[in-house]
Structures are given as structure tokens and as C-alpha cells.
């Protein structure tokens, strides 16, 4: 499964839900993906996600 090599985020597990009649009933699961992005910093090559890619280029994370 693909995730952040820093963070290791990665897919998740959600539930859609539908009100009928004051309730909620569940419809439908399905996976909330999270935003990988491919980082080429100093001639290295990282799969982040966006949180962790605006840190490293800010210089809050070192590589």
C-alpha cells in the first residue's frame, strides 16, 4: 500500500452516511486516499504527502 515515507499516512477507511427519519443509516464504505506527491529534493527521490512536502521545502523537517 502506498504511503508518506515520513509521516506514513496512508489510505483510510470512511463511512458514508444518509439521515432518514431523524437517524443516520450507513451507506456506503469506501477509502479516503491521502494526497501523495512525488518530492525531488537534493537529487533524491520521496513519496510525501502535501503536510509533509510544505514542511521539508520550508526547512521544518530535515531530510
Excluded at 8 to 21: D, E, Q, T, V
Excluded at 35 to 47: D, P, T
Aim: charged share 35%; net charge positive.
Amino acid at each position: 500500500m502506498r504511503a508518506c515515507q515520513i509521516c506514513n499516512k496512508s489510505n483510510k477507511k470512511a463511512i458514508k452516511r444518509k439521515k432518514l427519519r431523524g437517524k443516520f443509516n450507513p451507506v456506503k464504505k469506501y477509502f479516503q486516499k491521502s494526497n501523495l506527491q512525488i518530492l525531488n529534493f537534493q537529487g533524491k527521490r520521496f513519496l510525501v504527502c502535501k503536510d509533509c512536502r510544505k514542511l521539508i521545502l520550508k526547512g521544518k523537517i530535515k531530510v
